[in-house]
């Protein structure tokens, strides 16, 4: 009964150490933790999504105009708020979820289990400092560049296939999204996407340093428990962002562009 | 009167655990069990005591100590133990300079030059055995990295934790030169053995 509470008391206090410690990401080895996580989580996802997000921009057009009789503008449009806004951040948040948090739980647990995480203490080193901080940063940065990276991708792959499939030009569809593009959506899936990143890194990392017990079999339950909470924590968030914007708070401060 | 490195005792119902190190000796002290054994070390390298034990170090007593303190005490221990295992996705490089890294002292180069040195006393080729993953190395090369990590600190007190678990007579006879690489780094130092009886 208390588990849920237990945890996320430890997520709000991980959260607050990775914050107070954000500035030992200049000490060497933290920074180099922090480089190699960025590597991995966005650098070495970017050649898999390329395919994803290119068919993703196409659909999106095609499936507007040829499907649902949309003219050029409401294409642009809906291509626009759907990758920008909703599925640029959640294509990306599942890829980090599927790629990295299962190995960054994975590869926590097991230290926990195999008592490294006892011997980097015994050695000084803190733990949040070398293990936790430089994944938070690390995922957080990759990402949002991994969402970004998708964006293009999905805008690019729309506006470049769509004129194979549907009767509109690229320069046309181009001169469109220049004139529809704000800079809003911009900010949104840059805040979005690193709020993403945070929740996956702190979920996975809190769950691996946390596996139920300390035999081998808590790896598995761990990784598991991190990718699931992760998920929702990510939808959660999602709908948060959804209700602020197109709901009614923020006095209409910020408006959908549909 | 003989100045201790360490004094440690410990009361359980089973037995009774006691170890008075005199600094600057080599002291072995053979324990009833793992347990036992686990306890010892793990109290000499958290410098802290459990109930039931008692603890000093350096001449001071592990009871109260602040943080600060305790730092220091445990900044003067060095360990080749299973307990103090190596990182298994860091290299033995990187397994060696880590906590000079972290800690910002000694520079690397010291410890650069510290590594090639002990390894080329144990006769392994440095470049090759520093770019290795601990799964890539055998138990002996374990226990050298994990010594050449503890070297870096100069510890006051190395303690050796069943130091030859695991190697064969051969690799022993290597492993029994850890307390002359000690000793010519450290030659005021004090060299504790940890076993338990059954391994002695």
């Known amino acids: 009964m208390f588990q849920p509470l237990r945890e996320i008391e430890g997520g709000i206090q991980l959260s607050l150490n990775v914050a107070a410690r954000a500035p030992r990401l200049r000490v060497a080895p933290i920074f180099e933790s922090f480089l190699r996580q960025v590597y991995f989580t966005g650098v ?37 708020l759907l990758v920008f806004r909703e599925i640029g951040p ?19 647990a097991m230290m926990r289990v195999s008592g490294q995480t006892r011997a980097l203490r015994y050695l000084g080193i803190d733990l949040y400092d070398y293990l936790v901080l430089p994944r938070v940063a690390g995922i957080m940065l990759a990402t949002a560049a991994l969402t970004l990276y998708v964006q ?107 | 009167m003989t100045e201790l490195a360490l004094r440690y005792r410990r009361n359980t119902t089973r037995h009774e655990v006691q170890a008075s190190v005199p600094k600057g000796a080599v002291t ?39 943080r600060a303190q305790r730092d220091k005490l445990r900044a003067r221990v060095g360990a080749v133990s299973p307990v103090v295992g190596l990182i298994t996705n860091l290299n033995a490089w990187e397994n060696i300079s880590l906590p000079a890294a972290y800690h910002g002292s000694p520079p690397l180069e010291q410890v650069a030059m510290l590594a090639h040195e002990v390894l080329a006393a144990f006769g392994a080729e440095p470049r090759a055995f520093l770019a290795r993953i601990p799964d890539e190395l055998g138990v002996l090369e374990r226990k050298i990295a994990a010594f050449v990590r503890s070297l870096v600190s100069a510890p006051e007190l190395m303690v050796f934790d069943a130091l030859e678990d695991g190697l064969s ?22 060299v504790l053995y940890v076993d338990t009886k059954e391994d002695a």
């Open chain 2, 169 to 190: 007579y051969a690799e022993c006879r290597h492993a029994a030169r850890f307390e002359t690489q000690y000793r010519a780094r450290q030659p005021e130092g004090t």
């Open chain 2, 28 to 66: 072995r002290v053979h324990v009833p069990d793992d347990d036992a054994k686990a306890h010892l070390v793990t109290a000499v390298l958290k410098a802290r005591c459990q109930p039931g034990e008692e603890l000093e170090l350096f001449g001071e007593s592990a009871a109260d100590l602040a």
């Open chain 1, 152 to 258: 293009f991708l999905a805008v690019l792959g729309g506006l470049a296939l769509s004129p194979f499939l549907i009767e509109a030009s690229f320069t046309e569809l181009t001169d469109r999204l220049f004139d529809l593009f704000a800079p809003v959506d911009f900010y949104y899936s840059v805040v979005k996407s690193l709020l993403f990143g945070f929740v996956i890194a702190a979920c996975c990392c809190w769950h691996g340093l946390n596996p139920p017990d300390l035999t081998q079999n808590a790896v598995p339950k761990a990784v598991t428990r991190a990718v699931t909470q992760s998920a929702m924590l990510v939808l959660l968030i999602n709908a948060v962002f959804a209700y602020l914007v197109f709901g009614i708070l923020f006095f209409g401060l910020v408006k959908a562009h549909v």
């Open chain 1, 90 to 108: 959640l294509a990306a948040a599942v890829v980090v979820i599927l790629r990295t948090g299962t190995a960054v739980s994975a590869e926590m």
């Open chain 1, 44 to 80: 070495t996802a970017a050649t898999g999504v390329v395919l994803r997000a290119c068919g993703l921009g196409v659909i999106i057009i095609a499936v507007m105009m040829d499907m649902l009789d949309a003219d050029v503008d409401l294409a642009v449009k809906i291509l626009l």
